[in-house]
């Protein structure tokens, strides 16, 4: 069974930079595309960035674009999720999935893990 364990959220000042990690405990890990996707409190879960399974492609979606940066080491099973310039509200709860990336879209089909906090003070 994937289990998904993302790690690298805290508190950061506007303007800062955390690097997310996501750990998938999987044989299968390399033959999936992975999204990377944040809920703030009150808000539903949102699509951030993808990355297709041998990273030859990545998809964004527009309000993270210039300062989010998806990318993964397949060797280590890991996706990594890089933000910068961040905002008060990029406060949310962040969290990884597998999925299929199409043209335009994500679709996730795995079972979520805790995901990791991220707050931002401005």
């Known amino acids: 069974q994937m289990r998904l364990v993302e790690s690298g959220g805290g508190l950061v000042q506007a303007g800062g930079s955390l690097r997310l990690s996501c750990a998938h405990s999987g044989r299968t890990f390399s033959t999936y595309d992975m999204g990377w996707y944040r809920q703030a409190p009150g808000k539903e879960r949102e699509f951030l960035a993808a990355?297709?399974?041998?990273?030859?492609?990545?998809f964004y979606e527009e309000f993270v674009k210039g300062r989010f940066t998806i990318s993964r080491d397949s060797a280590k099973n890991m996706v990594y999720l890089q933000m910068n310039s961040l905002k008060p509200e990029d406060t949310a709860i962040y969290y990884c999935?597998?999925?299929?990336?199409?043209?335009?879209?994500?679709?996730?089909?795995?079972?979520w893990g805790q995901g990791t906090q991220v707050t931002v003070s401005s």
């Open positions: 999935n597998p999925g299929r990336l199409g043209d335009n879209d994500y679709a996730s089909f795995g079972t």
């Open positions: 990355i297709t399974a041998n990273s030859g492609r990545t």
